[in-house]
């Protein structure tokens, strides 16, 4: 059958040979991953190496390449996938894994013997398809002229990776194998409607309305199983299969295989999105999420996250409905939220853990000059390489260390593979553990429950209640075989707990203080257990996994750790630290003796000698938190000093900001003795603010900015400085005489006068007191003289004397 791939391999093969590069476009169901690597069979000198995001993908499509050549896999065409390589001498194309490709490039930078690299479904942007592709380039540009590397993607956006390979020619096939009509809701699924109802509603809808078998999407295991239970007795005969990538192989196979008779609806994760032709496919709903694993570089934990899928995505899965026939593509959204969904999903470089790529860049000798189309977030590498510093796998020059080649040359995360290569071949059954899916169903926390069940399996489900996982079981005790082969011989003995310590140094928690389960790590986090779970009253564990909640995380698997067991592995790091600090709930200085791993904190006991700086910086601390004690006197000061700073005065800056940022310079010394809030409250700041001004500056201050202001009857009357302006409030009578307005300031300003009553009442507010006796003191003298008769109102105030005296009562 004509694919509209064939339309277009003979112009990638002549930009091959032309340039050694290409970008290919091509729409779900052209044919791309088949039909490629085939035509460059006589075209490339050496083997072809392509890379696939997923090891089902890998052996569907070398087992399809292999029945077009009419032989079995292994022979011109084989694959090789994590634990599982089926080639021979024979093999000239080899659909590989991800990972895979990474670990070759690493062994024989050279890769001599291949002659073109084809990365697959690019758009997917893994972290491994990233860091092959930046390796593979720079391999070309200095040792591999001849190396042909070919991207190709459905609904890649093209242009970057065309720049990034030095404006590769990019190459787009027209058209799809088979038309597919696409229906949406009528209008938005109401959000009181559970998601698994309504995806089992549409699927029913589906398999009524139109002919042939149904692929429909979901984001994770459990909605499948949820879902395959809403839809028993609802479809007729159609068989339901399930298809994740936790199902054993022959499973998988199952559900992409063809039918002998009937339909099948196959309910499947992401998995089915690219590569896969699934046999029988005509129609597809797509219920619009996808599962996405989000890491924290703040918390240095990763979380699974349900997001709605991107444009590109479910373009990716529309087109899985027109792979050989037809079909009809089922949106459980409606029309109008098509234009919110995001075009293209985040790359996974941008939010993942980057402890393993931060390895292989140090075993690569850096990541100077190599291309990435998405550069690594500076915060996670900083975050990636410190844990690694840790783990001994960097020394400080972030330099690889011979610790930490031989992580990187193992099939595991560097946590793991530090954890495998300190404890040996007995560590092999819970680093095959941690690198899977859970093998409990509604289990406790408890890790050493799964190490039971992986010993004894037949045992443990006899005498324990909780359901175990098969699929996932079957797979974890053939990784932990090979992890097994693959681990150094080891005489020293770790527990398991030492052993997960070994891998999680920054997750070993202690329980805080309280009824309830929380834990603080040692990384400083915090995480909680659930309720009445049994490890709930231990002190101490170490946490091997967690929701990665950011404020406080869910432990969903963690092992009970003895305080010897801590001390054996990490006796030289738990030290005995002094440490004085305010504490905002007790509301005063605590100046302890403790000894520390991390920021746990073992035993704790009172510093009977605090270190006066100590005592000092934590007083500060405690001003910070309950606000400076400012009396009217020192605020007075400050309205003086920053008055003059506005006018240009060189003088020390007085806002808020600045004091507090400052406090150990100008009010440190001044708080000895203080160690409680009532001690900090009442302690009097200005004799420190006016410590902050040399002789000089005081002099000027009082001139430009007096605090005090004379009268005419020599009585002195405080200066407001809080205001708009400096204002001072005076009774009018002591002001008679005074023909000049008082000013302060370099530049001269005027002092807001309020004009007081003799009962102390403000008559006038003036910053013009010649213009007030000339225009409005007569009206006042009016008024005044009617409610204070026995006040002198003189008809000329500027020729009377000030006064304060009433005239004398007549007898």
């Known amino acids: 059958m004509r694919l509209p791939i064939d339309d277009i391999l003979p112009e990638l093969t002549a930009a091959l040979r032309r340039?050694?590069?290409?970008v290919l476009q091509?729409?779900?169901?052209?044919?791309?991953?088949?039909?490629?690597?085939?035509?460059?069979?006589?075209?490339?000198?050496?083997?072809?190496?392509?890379l696939e995001p997923r090891r089902l993908a890998a052996r569907a499509a070398a087992e399809q390449m292999a029945r077009l050549l009419g032989e079995e896999v292994g022979a011109q065409v084989g694959y090789r996938i994590r634990g599982e390589a089926v080639t021979s001498p024979a093999t000239r194309i080899e659909v590989v894994t991800e990972g895979i490709l990474t670990r070759m490039l690493q062994n024989d930078p050279e890769l001599r013997g291949?002659?073109?690299?084809?990365?697959?479904?690019?758009?997917?942007?893994?972290?491994?398809?990233?860091?092959?592709?930046?390796?593979?380039?720079?391999?070309?540009?200095?040792?591999?002229?001849?190396?042909?590397?070919?991207v190709m993607s459905a609904t890649l956006d093209a242009a970057p990776v065309a720049r990034l390979l030095d404006d590769a020619p990019i190459l787009t096939a027209q058209g799809?194998?088979?038309?597919?009509?696409?229906?949406?809701?009528?209008?938005?699924?109401?959000?009181?409607?559970?998601?698994?109802?309504?995806?089992?509603n549409l699927i029913a809808q589906a398999v009524v309305e139109a002919e042939g078998s149904v692929l429909a999407f979901l984001p994770g295991e459990g909605e499948i199983r949820r879902v395959a239970a809403a839809l028993e007795g609802r479809v007729g005969d159609a068989e339901i299969?399930?298809?994740?990538?936790?199902?054993?192989?022959?499973?998988?196979?199952?559900?992409?295989?063809?039918?002998?008779?009937?339909?099948?609806?196959?309910?499947?994760?992401?998995?089915?999105?690219?590569?896969?032709?699934?046999?029988?496919?005509?129609?597809?709903?797509?219920?619009?999420?996808?599962?996405r694993a989000r890491f924290d570089p703040g918390t240095g934990m990763s979380r699974l996250v349900t997001e709605r899928v991107t444009r590109a995505e479910a373009e990716q899965r529309r087109g899985r409905a027109g792979r050989v026939a037809e079909g009809l593509c089922y949106r459980m959204w409606a029309r109008s939220e098509e234009g919110a969904l995001a075009a293209f999903a985040p790359p996974e470089i941008e939010r993942a853990d980057l402890s393993g790529l931060a390895l292989e860049l140090a075993v690569w000798g850096g990541a100077e000059g190599l291309r990435f189309l998405t550069s690594p977030p500076e915060g996670?590498?900083?975050?990636?390489?410190a844990l690694l510093r840790g783990l001994g796998a960097l020394d400080e020059m972030a330099r690889i260390t011979a610790h930490g080649r031989a992580m990187a040359a193992l099939p595991l995360h560097p946590r793991l593979a530090h954890m495998l290569l300190v404890a040996g071949k007995d560590a092999a059954p819970l680093a095959a553990l941690l690198s899977d899916r859970d093998i409990l169903q509604g289990a406790s926390v408890d890790l050493g429950l799964r190490l039971q069940a992986l010993r004894d399996p037949r045992g443990f489900a006899a005498r324990a209640p909780h359901a175990l996982h098969r699929a996932t079981l079957e797979r974890v005790r053939e990784d932990m075989r090979r992890l097994a082969r693959l681990a150094p011989k080891r005489e020293a003995s770790h527990s398991p707990a030492e052993m997960a310590a070994l891998a999680y140094p920054d997750r070993i928690g202690l329980r805080r203080k309280g009824d309830a389960p929380r834990y603080v790590l040692s990384g400083g986090k915090g995480a909680v257990l659930p309720d009445g779970d049994g490890l709930s009253q231990l002190r101490l564990l170490v946490v091997t996994d967690t929701d990665g909640n950011p404020q406080e995380a869910r432990i969903r698997?963690?092992?009970?750790?003895?305080?010897?067991?801590?001390?054996?592995?990490?006796?030289?790091?738990?030290?005995?630290?002094?440490?004085?600090?305010?504490?905002?709930?007790?509301?005063?200085?605590?100046?302890?003796?403790?000894?520390?791993?991390g920021a746990l904190v073992l035993d704790d006991r009172h510093w009977r000698d605090p270190d006066p700086q100590a005592m000092m910086g934590a007083a500060c601390d405690g001003i910070r938190d309950l606000g400076l004690p400012l009396s009217d006197a020192a605020r007075r000061f400050i309205a003086r000093v920053e008055l003059l700073r506005a006018q240009g005065a060189e003088l020390p800056d007085m806002r808020e900001g600045a004091l507090l940022d400052g406090l150990e310079?100008?009010?440190?010394?001044?708080?000895?003795?203080?160690?409680?809030?009532?001690q900090l409250r009442a302690c009097d700041l200005l004799p420190a603010l006016r410590g902050m001004l040399d002789w000089g500056q005081m002099q000027m201050l009082d001139e430009m900015a007096p605090a005090q202001f004379i009268t005419p009857l020599g009585n002195k009357v405080a200066i407001d400085y809080a205001g708009e302006a400096p204002e001072i409030a005076v009774r009018l009578q002591e002001m008679f005489g005074l023909a000049r307005h008082p000013v302060i300031g370099p530049k001269r300003q005027p002092l807001r006068i309020v004009l007081l009553s003799p009962a102390r009442r403000p008559v006038q507010v003036t910053m013009d007191l010649p213009g007030f006796w000339a225009e409005s003191y007569a009206d006042v003298r009016k008024d005044m003289r009617g409610q204070y008769p026995r006040h002198p109102w003189p008809e000329n105030p500027l020729e009377a004397a000030p006064t304060l005296r009433a005239k004398p009562r007549k007898i």
């Open 19 to 22: 340039t050694g590069r290409a």
């Open 26 to 50: 091509a729409p779900p169901g052209a044919g791309k991953t088949t039909r490629v690597p085939l035509a460059l069979l006589d075209q490339i000198s050496g083997r072809i190496l392509m």
């Open 114 to 150: 291949v002659g073109a690299v084809i990365f697959d479904e690019f758009h997917e942007r893994s972290l491994n398809a990233d860091l092959g592709l930046a390796l593979s380039w720079e391999v070309r540009e200095a040792l591999r002229p001849d190396l042909a590397l070919v």
């Open 176 to 200: 799809r194998a088979f038309a597919v009509e696409t229906r949406w809701l009528e209008r938005p699924r109401p959000k009181a409607e559970r998601f698994e109802t309504a995806a089992a």
């Open 241 to 291: 299969r399930p298809l994740y990538g936790a199902l054993p192989f022959a499973q998988q196979r199952a559900a992409i295989a063809p039918m002998a008779g009937g339909r099948k609806i196959v309910l499947a994760t992401a998995i089915a999105e690219t590569s896969l032709t699934i046999e029988d496919i005509r129609i597809v709903v797509d219920c619009g999420l996808a599962r």
């Open 380 to 385: 996670a590498i900083a975050e990636a390489r």
């Open 557 to 597: 698997q963690a092992i009970a750790l003895t305080d010897g067991e801590l001390r054996g592995l990490y006796g030289d790091q738990i030290l005995w630290q002094n440490r004085c600090h305010w504490s905002k709930r007790h509301r005063r200085i605590e100046a302890r003796a403790q000894e520390c791993f």
């Open 665 to 678: 310079r100008w009010l440190g010394p001044h708080l000895d003795g203080c160690r409680t809030a009532d």
